[in-house]
């Protein structure tokens, strides 16, 4: 089975940066899709960048020219360059993933246990 681990969250001031990573373990023949969802309290979950197996990333809105989503193809990993952080950014983000895997290699989708970010000073 494959797993997905976020590291990097923390607290940071409005206006400053921070860079989360997610990294796929296990087997997989290959990941279709990576990125980010974020939940708020209270808030539905929504997306903030997911990147496809062909590099083209969709960006929610509110973080587009804020947030850089990059992708490690060798590690199978996922990093999200978070700059000029708004108290609207305070969430938790969970890395998302498509994956093909097992011996039919059938499409399932993993996600992440979240890691908290917290913008506030």
């Known amino acids: 089975q494959v797993q997905l681990v976020e590291s990097g969250g923390g607290l940071v001031q409005p206006g400053g940066s921070l860079r989360i990573s997610c990294a796929a373990s296990g087997f997989m023949f290959s990941i279709d899709d990576m990125g980010w969802y974020r939940q708020a309290p209270g808030k539905e979950r929504e997306l903030v960048a997911v990147?496809?197996?062909?590099?083209?990333?969709n960006y929610a809105d509110s973080v587009k020219g804020r947030f850089t989503n990059s992708r490690d193809n060798d590690k199978n990993m996922v990093y999200l360059e978070m700059n000029s952080l708004k108290a609207e950014d305070t969430a938790v983000y969970y890395c998302y993933a498509r994956i093909r895997e097992g011996i039919h290699n059938y499409e399932y989708i993993y996600w992440g246990q979240g890691t908290q970010v917290t913008v506030s000073s």
């Open positions: 990147t496809t197996s062909d590099e083209t990333t």
